[in-house]
């Protein structure tokens, strides 16, 4: 079993840890409400990617409320 044969020094600690800090996460506009939404997906107050409505927004609302209402009971 191999040991350090060095003491890790702070300096060189930090060095080493330096790139796990958290990164800033991007955003892009709607183009049809303009709200803030993840690059890549569709936006989730219109339903809308691309310029194309491609999510029923109010059919998954009612289908969150009512899978929350079976969690309950």
Do not use: I, W
Request: net charge positive; aromatic share 2%.
């Amino acid at each position: 079993m191999g040991l350090p044969s060095q003491k890790r020094t702070n300096t060189s600690k930090r060095q080493r840890a330096s790139h796990f800090a958290l990164k800033k996460t991007t955003t892009t506009k709607c183009e049809k409400c303009s709200a803030k939404t993840l690059p890549h997906r569709a936006c989730t107050k219109c339903g809308t990617y691309k310029g194309r409505k491609v999510v029923d927004v109010t059919k998954r609302v009612l289908r969150t409320k009512r899978n929350k209402s079976k969690l309950e009971k």
